[in-house]
């Protein structure tokens, strides 16, 4: 039949077939196709792209200066700046961070197997360039465990490992003509041209506005990847804990091969290096997990516990001459003063693994950020120029590369920082210890930050609690966490990045491909479609299908054979045109006529209604797939309607012959649309 001439009256007809049955409720809106719909809402589209084009104007006559300021957040918090009510908890909190950027300064700075000097450097330039470009009052920025670790692995592929160093051993010892301080300033060299190479691209996509890549690297990922780089840190301070030496060891494997040659070395620990070791692990975790968390609210602030430790453990190794009566290794000297301007050294070879801290860097801090800052939303892409500001400039420096630390951060939500000016306070405090105070810590026994560096990361350790809650929630998660840990655990650290990220990419395309094929059913006396059972209602010759997946290549030929199989499957009819003859006639793809339904081929499918509601992605592949369907169905009679499309599935359509292949008139916003206008009684 024809195009009902009022369909206005369509919503109060009834569905063809047995009264009973087929009970349709009335519409409260007039049933409309995809292009009555468009034709509706052109005015709204052109109201929209001349306000678009309004505010393009606007921009261009905006004055340019208003978006550099824009670009050094501190100028807004100068201006705005409320001395009586922001002063004072700035300068505490910043006071109270800067009692963790000192000692965790001067372990990090081992751990990247550099020196406590080049820590030091990292927890001051980097900590003002943030409190220039920063907007987070709350972020931290300076050294960070997991960062630490990836410049000892950068390092470590540009060095040779046969004239690697332990980090600042106090051992006058050459290997060839490089003597000890020589090696320590080439690998320095080598950690400032990957922070420069961080800071390039951290800075550009924040220019670019690429903030929103954060997006695409999920918790748990991060969860089991932070858990991996847990493990491998407290690993590389076991043996300095012991006061073990072993030889160093690189390549696929070397965790495994670490610990077998610390217990193969274990008779050769040093009883002064553990009883330290020891007695700092109590010391720790009696203060910070005991009094620190039970008190905290009755605490002005968290104990400084270990700004303690590293002045006792300080005091006690100069007046016990520790080194000399027991063999218990110290830091050695820390020289006065901050490093001349001095351009990194830039080697290709850094260029893969800095673009992978770089990424690190950035998802780690803003997860914390988001975390912490709770009243405003946070500028991703201003945070982008921030951490690459922070990064570029302290390369210069002779600074690694530079994130947050967690610890540091939940410190300054603690104290309720007011804005970024709180890391002038402590970036004084560092520049003091540079300055004048950095020489009198060189008695300070290296077990000691060992243990400092192994308590830092503990909460990273213990994420393994969420293990049950994954495999309860989603396995596929809890896939991903536990393919990603083994992998960087049994064979190397960076093999956990590529594991987690290529295992998750899969399992991506593996569940779209697992998406959910059903028919749909009309509810009784409800305008409702829901998965079809036997409380749903439609006539038998009208199938709805919905995919809940994108159609793109590794879902089309599965949509395509699910569809046969659940409606009706052409390919066998048109194996022999004389088999079956379904009484329908064809349909006119651009007028959208309609077949009467001939009551005596009822239990044969006529019309197919497929939701696109789904279609959020679709690619060549899909639109050939779906094209071939509508004109396989076609050629036995079968007509096909398309409903919810979603916007970009329709500017697909629009690109392509897909349109006219199925026909303008074919396309409904809804199935009610379909329904109302295509399957009615008009006798009753």
Known sequence: MSKPENPGNQGQKRLSGDKDEFEHVTLLRLPKTQSDLDDLTEKQHQDKESANKQCTECWTRENVCTYILSMFPIVHVLRHYKIKEFLLKDAISGLSTACLHFPQGMAFGILSTLAPKYGLYTSFFPVVLYVIFGTCPFVSFGTNAVISLFTANIIQSQLSPSILLEGNSSSNASVGQISEEDFVEMKAAVAAGSSLIVGILLLSLGLLRLGFIATYMSTPFVGSF??????????????????????????????????????????????????????????????KDFINEKFKSKLFMPIPIDLILVILGTVISYFGELNSNFNIPVVGNIPPGVPPPTLPDLKTGIIGDSIVVAIIVFVLTISMAKVCETKNAINADQELVAYGMANLGSSFFRCFPSCVAPPRTILLKTMDSKTTFNGIFSALVILLILLF?????????????????????????????QLPRLWKVNKYDFTVWVATVASGVFIDFAYALYCGVGLSIFLIVF??????????????????????????????????????????????????ETLFKLTWDPREINKDSNEVTIPVESLSSTTGEKAPPDDTTNNETKIVIIDCSSFNYVDTNGISTLSLVVKEFRSVGIIVFLVRCTSSFLAVMARSDLMETVGEGNIYPDIVDAVALNIMDTQL
Do not use: W
Not at 266 to 279: F, K, P
Not at 514 to 540: A, H, I, M, Q, W
């Open 437 to 465: 105070l950095g020489e009198y810590f060189q008695y300070l026994p290296l077990p000691v930050l060992s243990i400092m560096v192994i308590m830092a990361v503990k909460n990273l350790l213990l994420q393994f609690r």
């Open 226 to 287: 932070t858990t991996t780089a847990a493990i491998h840190i407290m690993s590389s301070q076991v043996p300095k804990s012991l006061g073990v030496r072993i030889p160093s060891v690189s390549g696929p494997g070397k965790l495994v091969i670490t610990y077998f040659e610390i217990f193969k070395n274990i008779t050769s620990a040093n009883v002064g290096s553990i009883v330290t070791s020891i007695i700092c692990i109590i010391i720790l975790a009696f203060v």
């Open 511 to 560: 569940q779209s491909q697992r998406g959910k094929k059903v028919l749909f059913g009309k509810l009784k006396n409800e305008d409702l479609y829901t998965e079809e059972s036997k409380f749903t209602v439609l006539p038998p010759y009208v199938k709805v299908f919905k995919m809940e997946a994108s159609l793109y290549f590794a879902t089309a030929e599965s949509f395509r």
